[in-house]
Nanobody, 122 residues
Framework: QVQLVESGGGLVQAGGSLRLSCAAS????????MGWYRQAPGRQRELVAS???????NVVDSLKGRFTISRDNAKNTVYLQMDSLKPEDTAVYYC????????????????WGKGTLVTVSS
């Protein structure tokens, strides 16, 4: 069973930085898609950034230059570096994984973490 555990959330002042981590555990050899989503209170969940197994990255246009996504395949971990944080970045950030290879089987399934809260104060 694949489990995702996010960490790194917390309270930070505007202009500060924070790095989120998401570690995938289970019988995992490789993961295709890894990404970060966020959901602010009363708003829809939205994609923040994604990265493929070969390192192709995508960050939504509004966050480019401030957010950077990376991954460590050996640790099955994806990171989200957030710089120059703004109050509007306040949200629960969710880790998302899609496509898990166990060595014998490929699971074309989507997995979600429980989320980590990021609060940016003015």
């Amino acid at each position: 069973q694949v489990q995702l555990v996010e960490s790194g959330g917390g309270l930070v002042q505007a202009g500060g930085s924070l790095r989120l981590s998401c570690a995938a555990s289970g019988n995992i050899v490789d993961i295709n898609f890894m990404g970060w989503y966020r959901q602010a209170p009363g708003r829809q969940r939205e994609l923040v950034a994604s990265i493929t197994s070969i390192g192709t990255t995508n960050v939504v246009d509004s966050l480019k230059g401030r957010f950077t996504i990376s991954r460590d395949n050996a640790k099955n971990t994806v990171y989200l570096q957030m710089d120059s944080l703004k109050p509007e970045d306040t949200a629960v950030y969710y880790c998302n994984v899609n496509g898990v290879f166990t060595g014998t089987r490929y699971y074309a399934m989507e997995y979600w973490g429980k989320g980590t809260l990021v609060t940016v104060s003015s």
